[in-house]
């Protein structure tokens, strides 16, 4: 891949993130509640509340604001909660590294699994494997995270059985087997609807790729079957595969809100409901803003990849 492409998906990232930016302070600032009085109490006099917003340079213009904001964020200075009083950096990075947590979770193993469920359904199309594959795949689309996690606290954290935690959280510095056990139930929530999504992508690439004239060329020429599939079919079909699987990190940064909220996981969904029930400016505004790049990045990520797979991307 060349350096080229590279900078040029890198700027558009910046690009984009740009806009997030302005996007993001000019929503928070037009929400209810006033940074001063939150932090001093409704009794605080005139007095008090003047002299703090002008410490907290809420007396300037709306622009001069913005590039105060930006400038603290560039040096990773995100102020400090309304609420919490204590620093936006401290409490949002213990939160992002709990949510990163559980997505890589999620999206490790629906990867694992989706792949070779696209391919057993592409390998097998018409048979019982191809029609359960995709009733499954319709399944998972159709169940909404909450009813998802329902089903599966119903099932698994019922307190006749108790076969996994119905919620809660254990750092994995403490006991690691159980974080896991705590992560399963809200990771396989997440991972249904992405399961469904990355095995009907695969399934339908690699049914159209095992289709193409190069690929019976390549059987033509004696090349045994496995092969043919893991050297030429499997590759090609994999790139929009990843492209669905940057997008379903969208959904996933969307669904962890609702399953972090149902499972008690302690992560940036959680974070920004609090924030947003309790009017934490700088924590809505740094919560929202590290969402964004996280899923700028994992669709730059995502570019490269396919390029990577796909020598035809990167020049057209």
């Not at 102020?79 to 992002?96: C, E, I």
């Not at 396989?188 to 339908?204: D, E, F």
């Amino acid at each position: 891949m060349s350096l080229a492409y590279f900078l040029r998906r890198f700027g558009a990232v910046l690009v984009v993130l740009c806009i997030v930016s302005v996007a993001v302070f000019s929503i928070t600032t037009v929400l209810p509640g006033n940074a001063a009085l939150m932090i001093l109490g409704e009794n605080a006099s005139a007095e008090n509340l003047a002299a703090l917003e002008r410490q907290l340079g809420l007396d300037q213009p709306l622009i001069a604001q913005y590039f105060q904001w930006v400038g603290g964020v560039l040096q990773g200075d995100f102020g400090t909660s309304l609420r919490l009083q204590l620093p936006v950096a401290q409490v949002v990075g213990d939160a992002f590294w709990n949510s990163m947590a559980l997505a890589a979770i999620a999206l490790v193993s629906v990867t694992i699994i989706a792949i070779p469920l696209g391919t057993l359904a592409a390998l097998r199309r018409g048979s019982v494997w191809d029609l359960l594959i995709g009733l499954l795949s319709y399944v998972g689309t159709a169940l909404p995270e909450f009813v998802t996690a329902t089903l599966l606290l119903v099932f698994f954290a019922d307190p006749a059985r108790q076969l996994l935690p119905a919620g809660g959280f254990v750092s994995p510095t403490e006991d690691f087997g159980g974080f896991l056990e705590h992560a399963i139930l809200p990771s396989a929530t997440l991972g249904l609807i992405l399961m469904a999504h990355i095995s009907r992508q695969v399934r339908s690439e690699l049914s159209e790729v095992l289709s193409s004239d190069y690929v019976r060329a390549a059987r033509l020429k004696g090349l045994r079957e496995k092969r043919v599939i893991r050297r030429h079919a499997l590759p090609n079909s994999l790139a929009p595969a990843v492209a669905v699987i940057s997008l379903d990190i969208g959904y996933l940064l969307g669904g962890i809100i609702v399953v972090e909220e149902i499972f008690a996981w302690p992560g940036l969904g959680r974070l920004l409901i609090y924030a947003l029930q309790n009017r934490d400016l700088p924590v809505i505004q740094a919560v929202t803003l590290l969402l964004a790049v996280v899923y700028a990045l994992s669709n730059l990520l995502a570019d490269v990849v396919i390029a990577k797979l796909d020598p035809r991307v990167r020049y057209a």
